[in-house]
């Protein structure tokens, strides 16, 4: 017999075929982002209507039917007079939880809790199933009601939601429903019995639910050929208009008679007929009389079907929580700002007091669609009464560029669209959203929503964040290119796109301390201001390099306030000032960088490092002399320097600054003998070959040789510029390397962007990975940290060492036995024994424990370079605002340099205390 639940019922309702591929095909499942904001509201709904009625008896194990069921009989037989949640209930297979049970004097009243705001046909059948189960059960139900969202309802605050839902009375709809459950029930098994259904796509496929496998039942049919510009694409043109044309036999725009258009249409027809843009020079003089500086406005909001902060209403109140600016402070010169509230309390104040700080008091504020930005506005000026006149003065500086664009601008593939998404891809085709983790204001929705959920995991937390970051920041630089392709007429031959001089990012983090004392102190602020910058580097991964704007505490703007001697939770608002393209944020949290940056410094490595590094030079400087005799047109004359340095004494030091000397004289050689009028590309690939081989140390020892130091090159070309930049600046996701070759393709990258990229080298990861351990066995001792908790970090992968030392001593086994119990890797070398395939290798089962150790291979080398740029950044930080460029080539060198005796040291020890500890 087939289990069944309400939901199946409702799908075989709508569809059989539906039913059948859930239970059989689920893998077919495409999920849209609609349908998961749904399951968000859905959740919150069901939460709020528990909050409704606090004293109830919640009946838990989701996943555990029997428990559920036995767990509703118990809290029935009780008879306590409380509310009962999600209480089971199952009838010859059909298994139904009830969101609400309320006890009364002869029964029960069943309410079924709805996210919608009225009564809909299927919600009868929905509850007239529920019905049915609870009924056969045994169970007197006095009513049967559908709550509803009131959207009148406003939130006052403390969990208090009375008032949300609006109970609608159903027992006289759904009795005459009753008797045909079981027909629906007997249909349903029938249906999963059978073989997959044959019933076309149609109108079920949409109503009363999208069906999620839609994708699925339309994969083989034919598409009807369409014109390719259906009548759609007249602006604005009535249904009604429509129909009466299709009826005249007209399906082709570009066939319609003008005489049946108005004169936008006629546009649209001409310009489509045309193949080609037209843009009129309206468009150019209204742009050109902006004065300067500008701003780029864009903004992010929300309404929530739960209120979450006072004074709002159920879907009704646009709530913002995110902006974006580009600031044009004059033709070209751009500076970016940014604001995204991640506290989870009301976003409103501080989004209002940020945004009016970045956007000053003069220059035009330019957005696209003004109506949402000046309504929401005016919004906030109502609630934050003090910035009134200062927010109602932004609305008065708008400037729309969708009403320019329709006036003025229009591609034939815009297809009657002037939405800034149709106009884009016509203007900066490089711009796209189709490579963003949230690509639109609905998945923004969806985003902010999931990152407001205590639930959701830090790791989750962060891409969240920089999706949202991503999006926002696309919309208004999207702005600033359809603005400069109006002005200068279309014609954007030799226009450069800068980078931002500067970023600015503001955000608010959350941080309790205790107060001591009847006052918050200057000094009660100094902790939560470290709180919460430590929460927002974190939990956010975001690095913050100036912090506190301002405080919020309690409902009030002050700096102090009685409170007597009590855990305080304060809110502040930071600004993140000039974020540098070499500055990620980072897998790891700054609790970790802090403790490698410590035990770097705790050593004396930094200070030691001239002496510590040892690497010798001689016969690498005397080809790469070779190699820049054919390049004449160079100046090398700091490399007979360096051929001319005394041999090393036992202070080190020389080898050192010539090291130094090369990581940065080679990138100018590089990129200097790059052009090709030079007549030197020869010697440019010859100077890559230098770096693999001999720097690299690739010797050539047999046949094989040449072709892997081909490889090599190949590789190292492949890693090129233009990958490299994307992976520094790319914020919406790191970009993906691959681990083969690293070690010789990444030291071409090295040289070739020292400041950006560091060598992927056995050495260095060996140490690093025995630090990173190290803190995190400190952690678990102290309890704060254990596999699977949040804030767990992973290694990197290793690669194989060309040092018997580290040959000795390569500890990715004492990693497995850090992290799992002995049954495990017991069970994990078995399978090794068993299973091992002809060519050797690991374990499916050895695999998947190390996958839960270790970066993927594809993401370690941007995590690499991420953290040892920050690494960098703090322990060589600039001085007198000038940065030291041989910053991440010296964390490189430590880690280098501490290898082979320091660390190695340190993991014999650990060795040796173990076997120790096991004898005795």
Request: aromatic share 8%; hydrophobic share 40%; proline share 4%.
């Amino acid at each position: 017999m087939k289990g069944l639940s309400k939901s199946r019922i409702i799908a075989w309702k709508q569809c059989p075929k539906q039913l059948w591929l859930q239970v059989h095909k689920p893998s077919l499942i495409v999920q849209s982002e609609a349908t998961k904001r749904n399951f968000q509201v859905g959740n919150a709904v069901g939460e709020a209507a528990r909050k409704v009625y606090p004293a109830g008896e919640l009946i838990e194990h989701v996943y555990d039917l029997k428990a559920a069921l036995a767990a509703t009989q118990a809290a029935l037989s009780k008879k306590s007079n409380v509310p009962l949640f999600e209480a089971a209930f199952q009838h010859e297979g059909v298994l139904i939880r009830a969101d609400v049970l309320l006890p009364e004097k002869n029964g029960y009243r069943m309410v079924e809790v709805k996210s919608s705001t009225g009564l809909k046909d299927y919600h009868l059948n929905d509850c007239a199933a529920q019905t049915w189960v609870v009924k056969q059960n045994g169970v007197l139900l006095t009513s049967v009601e559908l709550a509803h969202i009131d959207t009148s309802f406003i939130y006052q605050g403390d969990d208090d939601y009375r008032g949300l839902f609006r109970h609608v009375v159903l027992d006289e709809q759904i009795e005459p429903l009753l008797e045909q459950v079981p027909k629906w029930v007997e249909g349903a098994r029938t249906t999963l019995c059978g073989d997959e259904p044959a019933i076309e796509p149609g109108e079920q496929c949409t109503a009363p639910f999208e069906c999620q496998f839609y994708a699925y039942c339309t994969r083989n049919m034919a598409q009807a050929t369409a014109p390719e510009f259906p009548l759609e694409v007249f602006y604005r043109m009535q249904t009604g208009k429509k129909e009466e044309l299709r009826a005249q036999g007209y399906e082709d725009a570009l066939t319609v008679p003008e005489t049946q258009l108005n004169e936008t249409q006629r546009w649209i027809q001409r310009v489509s007929r045309a193949g080609k843009a037209e843009l009129k020079p309206a468009a150019q003089q209204e742009l050109a009389a902006l004065p300067y500086p500008r701003y780029y406005l864009d903004f992010e909001t929300i309404a929530l079907a739960v209120p979450r902060w006072e004074g709002t209403r159920p879907y009704s109140t646009q709530v913002p929580f995110q902006w974006s600016c580009h600031i044009e402070d004059e033709p070209g010169k751009l500076r970016h700002a940014m604001f995204l509230d991640t506290s989870g309390g009301d976003p409103r104040r501080a989004f209002a007091e940020s945004m009016v700080k970045i956007l000053g008091q003069d220059g035009p504020v330019i957005v696209y669609n003004q109506s949402f930005e000046k309504s929401r506005i005016k919004e906030l000026a109502e609630y934050c009464v003090d910035l009134a006149d200062d927010l109602l003065a932004i609305n008065e500086r708008v400037v729309d560029l969708l009403p320019i664009a329709q006036a003025n601008y229009y591609h034939p593939d815009m297809k009657g669209s002037w939405s800034i998404k149709a106009v884009l891809p016509t203007i900066a085709p490089d711009l796209t959203y189709d490579n963003l983790e949230v690509g639109n204001g609905e998945d923004a929705q969806v985003a902010y929503a999931e990152l407001l959920d205590s639930n959701t995991s830090n790791e989750q937390r962060k891409k969240l964040i920089e999706g949202l970051l991503a999006y926002c920041e696309r919309d208004t630089l999207a702005m600033v290119r359809i603005a400069w392709f109006f002005q200068r007429g279309g014609n954007m031959d030799g226009v450069q796109f800068p980078e931002p001089e500067e970023k600015y990012l503001m955000t608010r983090s959350r941080a309790t301390i205790e107060v001591v004392g009847d006052v918050v102190t200057q000094e009660d602020m100094g902790r939560a201001d470290q709180a919460a910058l430590d929460a927002s580097a974190n939990n956010d991964g975001i690095v913050i390099e100036k912090k506190r704007l301002c405080f919020y505490l309690d409902k009030e703007r002050q700096s102090h306030a009685p409170l007597g001697k009590h855990s305080k939770e304060l809110t502040s608002v930071w600004e993140i000032e000039r974020l540098t393209p070499s500055r990620r944020p980072t897998a790891f949290s700054s609790e970790v960088i802090n403790s490698l940056v410590n035990k770097i410094k705790d050593k004396g490595w930094d200070k030691d490092l001239p002496t510590l590094y040892k690497w010798s030079l001689r016969d690498q400087l005397i080809n790469l002399k070779k190699v820049c005799e054919e390049m004449p047109k160079l100046h090398t004359k700091w490399l007979d320097d360096l051929c001319d340095t005394p041999a090393d004494s036992e202070n080190n030091e020389p080898t050192f600054a010539m090291t130094l000397e090369l990581r940065e004289q080679i990138p100018a050689m590089l990129k200097a003998s790059n052009a090709d009028e030079m007549g030197e590309i020869d010697a440019v690939k010859n100077i890559k070959i230098w770096i693999v081989k001999d720097w690299g140390g690739i010797q050539l020892r047999h046949e094989q040789s040449e072709d892997r130091l081909s490889d090599c090159i190949k590789q190292a070309v492949i890693q090129d510029a233009s990958v490299v930049k994307q992976h520094a600046r790319n914020k919406s996701g790191k970009k993906e390397f691959s681990l083969e070759r690293i070690a010789s393709w990444s030291k071409y990258l090295a040289f070739k962007f020292p400041q950006r990229c560091a060598i992927y080298d056995a050495r260095v990861i060996f140490s690093l990975n025995w630090l990173l351990l190290e803190i995190k066995n400190a952690a678990s001792e102290q309890k704060k940290s254990k596999i699977g908790d949040e804030g767990e970090f992973k290694f990197f992968p290793f690669l194989e060492g060309q040092n018997s030392v580290m040959g000795l001593l390569n500890y990715d086994i004492h990693l497995l036995l850090s992290h799992y119990h002995e049954d495990v890797l017991l069970k994990a070398l078995d399978d090794d024994i068993k299973n091992r395939n002809k060519k050797g290798g690991k374990s499916r089962l050895r695999s998947s424990l190390e996958k839960g150790l270790f970066i993927r291979d594809q993401e370690a080398y941007s995590e690499y370079c991420d953290l040892l740029n920050v690494l960098a950044e703090t322990i060589y930080p600039d001085k007198d605002g000038v940065a030291d460029t041989h910053r991440l080539t010296k964390i490189e060198m430590i880690l280098f340099s501490i290898a082979d005796k320091a660390i190695a040291t340190e993991v014999m020890n650990s060795f040796t205390g173990k076997i120790s500890a096991s004898h005795s």
